[in-house]
């Protein structure tokens, strides 16, 4: 006995005749038939009483009428419920990212796991890369993005993407732009007809870090510098590579907050080493302000993706994982962000 069989009887019963419920049910009369004869058969009853006139319930068949709209009722009403029950995962999770990053990444992650998962609630933890590292060592958060930090005790990381290191700054007079070269792509621009190269450059500007110019680190290091102190990465990168040029820093300006050392360089107090995440903070164009790659050596900043080593990954995390590195692809292969995942 099933359902189908049930809706059948109740069709022949409320039609009176088995010739109009085939009709009402669009199947053939004597398929009708043999489906009512087969309930009999399974019940060990008799279910209608058949005459010139057409069927009649018997006492058996009254009762099962009446039990079987109860039960297709029943059965109505648990699909609805089913239907009605949340469509894919759901749950929060926090992310802890660096402060520098947060503007570029998260707001494209949060519009799109919106679109695609709204019952997924995302908290940010935005904050400078040593409390991102301690949010999640301290569970405070359940995924990472962590700076220069390929292995880290009690945190399972894996590769995300890396950038490269820009020396940014007002320069009013000229002088340090004096230092730059060109980027060889730029170069073979500059031969080309006038109105492919303004296309090229447009183009390039948009999509390649190669583009821009270099500036040597020796003759970045000379000039009058903004930076945090030692406890922090791009520092620790800063002082690296003066260590392997054998040249000292002209530190004009040492603060730890990041938003002070922001307001610094953008009022003009000194340069910067910022990585290619954090270059559309810049001032508008066509003002004195300018950028370049660092090269000689070339510095650059990686970034990896971290859990707990100790929690296993449930459904939402993944989500959410899988969101944020196909993000980070679509940002890099727009040329929105200069980096190489």
Not at 42 to 57: D, I, K, N, Y
């Amino acid at each position: 006995m099933d359902l189908r069989s049930l809706r059948y009887f109740i069709a022949v019963v409320e039609a009176g005749s088995l010739s109009r419920a085939a009709g009402s049910l669009y199947i053939a009369q004597p398929a009708l038939t043999a489906q009512i004869k087969k309930l009999e058969s399974e019940l060990g009853a008799q279910l209608l009483e058949r005459s010139h006139a057409g069927v009649t319930p018997t006492q058996a068949g009254v009762q099962l009428y009446q039990d079987a709209r109860r039960l297709l009722s029943d059965a109505s009403a648990m699909r609805e419920r089913i239907q009605r029950l949340p469509q894919g995962p759901e749950g929060s999770v926090t992310i802890a990212v660096p402060f520098l990053l947060s503007s570029l990444l998260m707001g494209p992650l949060l519009a799109h796991l919106k679109d695609t998962h709204p019952r997924i609630r995302v908290f940010v933890l935005d904050d400078l890369s040593l409390m991102v590292r301690k949010a999640m060592l301290d569970r405070r958060a359940d995924i990472g993005v962590l700076v220069d930090a390929a292995q880290v005790e009690g945190l399972h990381c894996r590769p995300l993407v890396r950038e490269a290191m820009y020396f940014c700054g007002h320069d009013p007079g000229g002088t340090v732009r004096a230092l730059l070269r060109p980027a060889p792509d730029a170069a073979a621009t500059a031969q080309a007809p006038a109105a492919r190269r303004a296309g090229a450059r447009a183009t390039a500007a948009r999509a390649s870090p190669t583009m821009r110019p270099t500036i040597d680190f020796a003759d970045a290091a000379a000039q009058p510098l903004v930076l945090q102190s030692r406890r922090y990465t791009i520092r620790q990168r800063v002082e690296e590579a003066a260590a392997a040029r054998g040249v000292a820093l002209n530190i004009a300006h040492e603060h730890d907050s990041a938003r002070v050392i922001r307001s610094l360089y953008a009022c003009g107090g000194g340069f910067t080493f910022t990585p290619a995440c954090a270059l559309g903070d810049a001032p508008a164009s066509g003002t004195d302000w300018m950028v370049a790659r660092v090269v000689n050596p070339e510095m650059t900043r990686s970034y990896t993706l971290a859990t707990a080593a100790n929690r296993e990954v449930d459904g939402v995390m993944q989500v959410v994982m899988d969101a944020l590195e196909a993000v980070v692809r679509e940002l890099v292969a727009s040329g929105r962000w200069e980096a190489a995942v």
